[in-house]
């Protein structure tokens, strides 16, 4: 494959910055309640990701080591500020639901990390590419959480009605557990045991081997 | 104020609620102690920081704030996010120092957990809370408090839950991460039966 299409690609699954690291899961679930909301966080985290990334790998044979925290925290905030008065321009109603969690793309552990590990060693194109793949690979799980919640939570997805409810003549009794928030968590943590499943590399270590257990006492 | 302060620990829990501070609350909650001592550099940094922000917010930034010195119709409002991570920042800095220089032992015991808060976005998060809601000084300072003994709380409690899950036969592939996020689950249930207490 490609390197480039690889950048983009590996952090999809086999390098998942949610599954494998545990990066950036602050804040965003709370938006997981609804597709759109979710995909709005998603594409502006994406965006700001992939700009930061490109403008601090531009930029980083000049940025003295002992500083290099607080200029990446300052690139990042102004991207996300100019992120939020966008939605808060064109798509009112959406930032209002978004509320403070468009802002806190700022603290999100994913776009330092990413800065810090990737931008700060290698040139723009490559850096923008990682920023990106990091960027989908986390909308991936964003969007699954969400389209999850969504589809029992209210039986809609992105609005769109697909399990007719009960008070409309239906058959689907909605799960209201599903919009609160500790769904949130369960699903996201049966999505990680799925993955793990499935790529059993990622697993982590066991601290203590159960004893092999004693063969049952005879009567 | 006490039913803002109760509701701002189990209700509005920031962690087990808003998803705020995940990173650190997953990260460093294998131990009860190093638990502990993140919840309590929280709780320090947190109730210092909401009221200082609301200072910042309400005398600099809002609209008509800066009426005083001639400029009646600048609204600094965009600044907000830059400020409070400027000031959070600042913030963690000079606590470093003044325990260091004032409290030696205090500082031996939760120094190294400091500089993690810096970027927390349970901290930040917090902040933008405050100017979203309006809070005035008193009650911000009540919130913060608040929110930071909640998160605490909820970091102490899941590191004595994993503490115990460590000797558990879990299926492979849901040890550790997978198993956390359950736990936290069932823990953020459990805080949200506190919901609909209303004290006077």
């Not at chain 1, 991936?140 to 409810?165: D, H, N, Y």
Request: charged share 10%; hydrophobic share 55%.
């Amino acid at each position: 494959m490609l390197p480039a299409l690889r950048a983009l690609s590996d952090p999809l699954l086999d390098r998942n910055p949610v599954t494998v690291h545990v990066l950036g899961i602050c804040s965003a679930l709370a938006v997981t309640t609804s597709v759109s909301t979710a995909l709005t966080l998603s594409i502006a985290l994406t965006l700001v990701l992939g700009i930061a990334a490109g403008i601090i790998s531009l930029i980083r044979r000049h940025i003295p080591s002992s500083i290099r925290i607080i200029v990446q925290i300052t690139i990042i905030a102004s991207l996300v500020i100019v992120a939020d008065q966008i939605l808060q321009a064109f798509a009112y109603e959406m930032s209002q639901h978004l509320s403070v969690f468009v802002s806190l793309i700022a603290t999100n552990c994913i776009v330092l990390g990413r800065t810090e590990a990737f931008a700060l060693h290698n040139p723009p194109r490559a850096s923008m590419l990682d920023g990106l793949g990091n960027g989908a690979g986390y909308s991936l799980v964003l969007l699954i959480v969400a389209s999850i919640r969504e589809l029992f939570g209210a039986g809609t997805l992105l609005g769109t009605q697909i399990l007719p409810l009960i008070a409309e003549g239906g058959w689907y009794q909605p799960m209201r557990l599903m919009l609160l928030a500790p769904s949130a968590f369960i699903i996201l943590g049966l999505l990680i045991w799925l993955v793990r499943s499935l790529r059993p590399i990622q697993r982590e270590a066991r601290e203590f081997a159960p004893i092999a257990s004693p063969r049952p006492v005879q009567p | 104020m006490i039913d803002l302060f109760t509701r701002s620990i189990f209700e509005d829990n920031l962690a087990l609620t808003f998803f705020l501070g995940m990173c650190t609350y997953l990260a460093v909650s294998k131990r009860i102690e190093t638990a502990l001592g993140v919840g309590i550099a929280l709780i320090f940094v947190q109730t210092l920081s909401v009221p200082l922000n609301h200072l910042l917010h309400a005398h600099l930034l809002s609209p008509g704030a800066l009426a005083a010195i001639g400029l009646p119709d600048t609204d600094l409002g965009f600044m907000r996010l830059l400020t409070f991570i400027g000031v959070v920042a600042g913030l963690v800095q000079v606590l470093e120092m003044v325990l260091d220089r004032f409290l030696p032992a205090l500082h031996g015991a939760l120094g190294i957990y400091l500089p993690l808060l810096a970027i927390n976005c349970a901290i930040i998060g917090g902040s933008l809370f405050m100017a979203e809601r309006q809070y005035d000084l008193a009650e911000s300072a009540v919130f913060g408090l608040g929110t930071g003994i909640g998160w605490a709380l909820a970091i102490v409690t899941l590191a004595a839950i994993r503490e115990r899950l460590r000797y558990a036969n879990v299926p492979s592939g849901l040890e550790g991460l997978g198993l956390a996020f359950i736990v936290t689950g069932l823990m953020s249930m459990a805080f949200s039966a506190f919901a609909g207490i209303r004290l006077p």
